[in-house]
């Protein structure tokens, strides 16, 4: 992690249980669909515990009250906003000392304790979601590529291909053709022996107001 990101990383890391994470220093957020899925096979496994569900559906309301929050953040003054931050940040710790849970329910509660402390970040951040199901919407392609042709066969392979899947998912992320981009980008190697970065290609499309 830090060869990939420094051992300072400045924006938001929304990121599953991996300990390789508390590496770096940076905001964290806990991707609640990979808690939420933990949940929800507790309750399919033990149905008779409806405390389980119970459980689910508060801490579920929490996630949802604080996406309503982060929207409101703009409307309410820092004093407002931190005074509901706290009522949540209250209503996560009661529902986290759950009175005399049984076994199961100890367990799910272990597992969301451990996270506590990244479970409300998001509502801080501008824009940041509570999960990471778009990195892994964004690595899907990839993924099935690798399982179709067995993957790449050597190392230089893979990252050459990483590379071009992160720099065209980059692309759709930012608005930008793909292959207008390649096309600068070659032409550009072509007359200065340099391929031309993305930061440069979109920000020589902006004082033209020419379309991405």
């Not at 991996?18 to 609640?32: L, N, S």
């Amino acid at each position: 992690m830090e060869r990939l990101l420094g051992q300072v990383f400045l924006g938001i890391l929304i990121v599953d249980g991996w300990h390789a994470y508390t590496k770096i220093v940076c905001a964290r957020q806990t991707c609640m669909a990979h808690i939420f899925r933990k949940i929800r096979a507790f309750i399919d496994a033990f149905p008779q515990y409806r405390s389980i569900m119970t459980f689910y559906l508060k801490l579920r309301q929490i996630i949802r009250d604080g996406e309503t929050l982060q929207a409101a953040r703009d409307r309410l003054s820092e004093r407002a906003f931190q005074q509901q931050l706290k009522a949540l940040e209250q209503r996560l710790d009661a529902l986290l000392s759950w009175s005399n849970p049984n076994d199961t329910l100890k367990q799910v509660i272990k597992k969301v304790h451990r996270q506590k402390k990244h479970i409300l970040t998001f509502i801080t951040h501008e824009g940041a979601p509570h999960h990471n199901n778009y990195g892994e919407y964004f690595i899907e392609k990839g993924v099935v590529k690798r399982k179709m042709s067995g993957g790449s066969v050597s190392a230089e392979g893979a990252r050459a291909y990483a590379s071009i899947q992160s720099t065209a998912m980059t692309c759709q992320l930012r608005g930008i053709s793909f292959h207008r981009f390649l096309k600068a980008s070659s032409v550009s190697y072509v007359h200065t022996g340099r391929p031309m970065p993305l930061a440069e290609y979109e920000s020589s499309l902006e004082p033209l107001g020419v379309a991405a």
